[in-house]
Structures are given as structure tokens and as C-alpha cells.
């Protein structure tokens, strides 16, 4: 409705605050997912006109080139109104140019997909195994110590009333298991995804194949955890 957007210097309402929230944290995953990291030619200003409250003119930068540097080499790209200070002045359109902006142009070069060497793969191949195994390990430590707690704590809670509430010294040590373990489990995302991150193209690629089949991929292997 009329009142959705926000009007002159209204403030935006919360329902508004957050589904842009929301439309930024689909951004982020599609750039997670796709791995498209993307690269803005250098280009300056291409309107010049009259600021909100008048003169004088005020050039910023309206028009955008973006690519992505892991698959083209940036060569030249056309000048911008940093190269027509009298354009700046006077606005556009003008005299010498009918357009409102200026238009951008940029030349690239492609670039070939990287390729990770027998050696590299081996050595991430190993470094995945690796994070896999010490997180298997201090998972199973963790359901020893665990295992252990519960059996003290069914020790002081003596004989339970069938059909009851479990004895309070049970139902603490219940809660302080699932904390324990939900902490685990953050943790050993954050590890998985500080790799991950790290990664070259090239790596990422490889970690992809690498995990594909039995997880479905570099993402999913983050977000996979250990039971």
C-alpha cells in the first residue's frame, strides 16, 4: 500500500527493516552458493545535475560496470566526467552531450579456470580429512564425558517415579548435555566455514567434487553435523 514506503525523511517501519534484512541475507547465501565474486570497474562520475536542496551541479556515479576478476582481466574502460570538469559544472544534458549520463564501456580480457596441481589437491584432500576426524574425536569425547556426568547424576537422583517428571539432578544434566553439544556443533561449523572461505577458486572447485557425493558439496559439508 501507500503507507508500505517511506515518504521524504520517514523512517522505514520494522516489517520494513525486515524484509530487508531478509533480501540481503538471500543476497549473501546466493553469493555463498554461487561462489560469484564480483569486481566494479574503476569508473567515476557519469551524472552531473542540481543537488536536492539546488545548485551548483554535483556529479556522482550512476552508471556501473561489474565482472567478475576470476574470469576476466580488466584492460581499459572508458573516461568519465573526472576527465570533463565543465560538464561538471554545467549539468547534463548540455550543450555538447544530449545525454542525461554518460555511458560506461570497459574492454576484458578472459582468463583461464584455475586448476589445482596433483600435489595441492592431495594436500586439501588431507586437510578436509583431517577437520572431519578431530571433529569426530571430540565429539566422541564429548559423549564420554557426557555419558559419564549422566551416570552421577541418575546416581544422586535415586529411583525414579514411573510415569514423572525425571528427577531435577537428571533434568539439569539433560539441559547441560544439549548446551554442551549445541556448542560443539557452532563450533565445528565456524571451522568448517573459516576453510571453506579460505579457499581459492580453484580449491573451492575441487572441495566441491571432492564432497559432492557424499554430502552434496563444500556448502553442505559446513553445515553438516556430526550425530
Request: glycine fraction near 8%; include cysteine.
Amino acid at each position: 500500500g501507500a503507507s508500505d514506503g517511506p515518504i521524504g525523511d520517514a523512517v522505514p517501519s520494522a516489517s520494513q527493516l525486515e524484509a530487508w534484512r531478509l533480501l540481503r541475507a538471500s543476497a549473501a547465501r546466493v553469493r555463498e552458493e554461487t561462489r560469484v565474486q564480483l569486481a566494479r570497474v574503476p569508473t567515476s562520475g557519469t551524472r552531473a545535475a542540481w543537488g536536492a536542496s539546488g545548485g551548483p551541479c554535483v556529479a556522482w556515479a550512476l552508471d556501473h560496470i561489474l565482472y567478475t576478476p576470476s574470469a576476466l582481466r580488466l584492460g581499459f574502460f572508458w573516461e568519465t566526467l573526472e576527465s570533463d570538469q565543465a560538464a561538471v559544472e554545467v549539468g547534463l544534458p548540455n550543450a555538447r552531450c544530449p545525454s542525461d549520463h554518460l555511458p560506461v564501456a570497459a574492454c576484458f580480457a578472459p582468463l583461464p579456470p584455475q586448476q589445482l596441481g596433483l600435489a595441492a589437491a592431495a594436500a586439501l584432500g588431507a586437510l578436509v580429512a583431517g577437520v572431519e576426524a578431530r571433529q569426530v574425536a571430540a565429539w566422541e569425547a564429548l559423549r564420554v564425558q557426557m555419558d559419564a556426568a549422566r551416570t552421577v547424576a541418575e546416581a544422586e537422583a535415586g529411583v525414579a517415579v514411573p510415569g514423572g517428571r525425571p528427577p531435577e539432578p537428571l533434568v539439569a544434566h539433560i539441559r547441560l548435555r544439549r548446551e554442551a553439544e549445541r556448542t560443539l556443533r557452532a563450533e565445528m561449523r565456524e571451522e568448517r566455514q573459516a576453510l571453506v572461505r579460505g579457499m581459492s577458486a580453484g580449491e573451492r572447485d575441487h572441495a566441491d567434487d571432492l564432497l559432492m557425493a557424499e554430502v552434496g558439496g563444500a556448502l553442505s559439508w559446513c553445515e553438516q553435523a556430526v550425530r
